[in-house]
């Protein structure tokens, strides 16, 4: 199904009445009816179509997302009792924390946990507490997927921690928040109530959170429909402002997410659209990347993006490049453990490091012109400059 399609009828099924939503649906064949189910079931957001459809009234071919949505359900209830478990623990050592991503969307934001789909548990920790945080949850019965560094090159988290078969990610910043530091994050993040450990993100910071994410990649890897729904349902919740949205992504560095999410004209409501005061061409310019990107994803290699980036070749960059040549980052990357091995170590470093010098100019010489217009694309798109409008 075709971007605008998708998007459109995505709409509807989340701000439209219940006889809008079975117009539209029954307005479908066969085929486009699948193919959506499809990229639904490929995006985590099946529970909440089920949910809407049938509160439409719809019946017919709802058994499969039916069960889906029992199981996600189920999933909830038992992934609540281990998170409030895992809250308590934290609160009793005044660890000063954050749930964020699916995993504070399904129980804050959502209307029920069993509409929003999640795997892993994303916990931002205070940047003064998470060296602590680590060490307690090690001595706690959480493992280390990797050894455990004092930072990864170039990413936001300490090493996935497991416990009873469920994956941690502590956080010790956001990701994709590049230009600004943790202490300038939590400006935006405050104690659920007075003195309490656990803390909550703005709903502007939610959003910018939201958008920042699915730079990922090159914006390649984010669901849409997951996007979508949990941008909506953010704004929907009381208190959302969009000028305060745009201030904390200006006092942050970031891209406004305004102007990503207004190129979904489709989805979002004429009001809701001109509350986002979004500039035209960054709008414009997101809008081309998310119609590109699947093409992208598919046909070209990582690397040939990060080569066209607006970043390339920069200090930070060939910084970032060269740490993941690291000994640390090498002993982590091919499971080598942290004491002794010293040749294959130094074997696998000057391999990678070669590898990576290799692959770099063999690309330099073979540019594409898409990747170029993607990339160009991006660039004019996060133009931090502050919006004409």
């Not at 509350?275 to 699947?294: G, K, L, N």
Request: charged share 25%; aromatic share 12%; hydrophobic share 40%.
């Amino acid at each position: 199904m075709e971007l605008h399609r998708f998007t459109s009828l995505l709409g509807v099924l989340f701000y439209g009445t219940e006889e809008e939503r079975a117009s539209k649906w029954l307005q479908l064949n066969d085929v486009e009816r699948e193919s959506f189910i499809k990229a639904c079931n490929g995006e985590g957001t099946v529970p909440f179509i089920y949910r809407r459809l049938y509160e439409a009234g719809v019946r017919d071919g709802l058994g499969d997302m039916k069960m889906q949505s029992v199981r996600q359900n189920s999933f909830a209830i038992s992934q609540k009792q281990k998170i409030d478990g895992l809250c308590a623990f934290l609160d009793e050592h005044k660890i000063r924390y954050a749930l964020i991503k699916g995993l504070d969307l399904a129980f804050s934001v959502y209307p029920s946990p069993a509409l929003r789909t999640f795997c892993d548990w994303d916990i931002l920790f205070h940047y003064d507490d998470i060296d602590t945080a680590v060490r307690l949850l090690l001595d706690n019965g959480w493992t280390a997927s990797e050894a455990i560094p004092k930072a990864i090159p170039g990413h936001y988290h300490y090493p996935v921690l497991c416990r009873n078969g469920i994956p941690m990610e502590p956080h010790w910043t956001l990701p994709k928040f590049d230009g600004c530091t943790p202490a300038e994050i939590w400006q935006f993040i405050h104690p659920a109530c007075d003195g309490a450990s656990r803390h909550l993100l703005e709903p502007e910071l939610n959003v910018l959170l939201l958008t920042r994410h699915a730079s990922e990649h090159f914006y390649t890897v984010m669901p849409l429909s997951r996007m979508l729904l949990d941008a909506a349902y953010i704004i929907a919740a009381e208190g959302f402002d969009w000028r305060k949205s745009d201030a904390v992504a200006d006092a942050l560095h970031q891209p406004r997410p305004a102007d990503l999410l207004a190129a979904f004209s489709d989805f979002f409501p004429k009001g809701i659209l001109d509350e986002m005061s979004s500039e035209p061409s960054r709008t414009e310019a997101f809008r081309r990347i998310f119609e590109q990107r699947d093409t992208m994803a598919a046909n070209f290699q990582n690397e040939e993006m990060l080569l066209s980036s607006n970043t390339a070749f920069s200090k930070s960059w060939l910084l970032r490049r060269l740490g993941l040549c690291s000994f640390q980052y090498v002993r982590m990357k091919h499971g080598i453990p942290k004491q002794g091995h010293h040749l294959k170590v130094l074997a696998y470093t000057v391999s990678d490091f070669l590898g990576k010098v290799g692959r770099c100019f063999s690309l330099l010489f073979k540019r594409n012109s898409a990747v170029n217009d993607f990339m160009d694309a991006i660039k004019k798109a996060e133009a931090r400059t502050p919006s004409s409008n």
